[in-house]
């Protein structure tokens, strides 16, 4: 089992970045796979990003492509987002989240994920 603990939400102004931060606690980080998400309310939780455990691979929805990147540092336990060129669409909750396995690609779905941090919200203003 593992525990998420998310950081570096805040509050920003459009056109500017953000780097958030998810660090894992509990054995066997390497064999997760991890994913971020976001959901405002009333919304359904949104996938984001996602990076394997082994491939590298690193899917990421086309409303972010080109301006977010995941990724991962196993031996920190620790799973990146930096978040580049913010507008106020991207103000959410972002979670991290976690699941034991392998895929080329890893899973979009927030139900593929078992494990989710708290959230840490991030505001952007114009």
């Known amino acids: 089992q593992v525990q998420l603990v998310e950081s570096g939400g805040g509050l920003v102004q459009a056109g500017g970045s953000l780097r958030l931060s998810c660090a894992a606690s509990g054995r066997g980080f390497s064999s997760y796979y991890m994913g971020w998400f976001r959901q405002t309310p009333g919304s359904d939780r949104e996938f984001v990003a996602a990076i394997s455990r082994t491939y590298g691979t690193t899917p990421h929805a086309d409303s972010v492509e080109g301006r977010f990147t995941i990724s991962r540092d196993n031996a920190k336990n620790t799973v990146f987002l930096q978040m580049n060129s913010l507008t106020p669409e991207d103000t959410a909750v972002y979670y991290c989240?976690?699941?034991?396995?392998?895929?080329?690609?890893?899973?979009?779905?927030?139900?593929?994920?078992?494990?989710w941090g708290q959230g840490t919200q991030v505001t952007v203003v114009s």
């Open positions: 989240a976690a699941r034991s396995g392998t895929y080329y690609y890893p899973p979009r779905g927030p139900q593929m994920y078992d494990y």
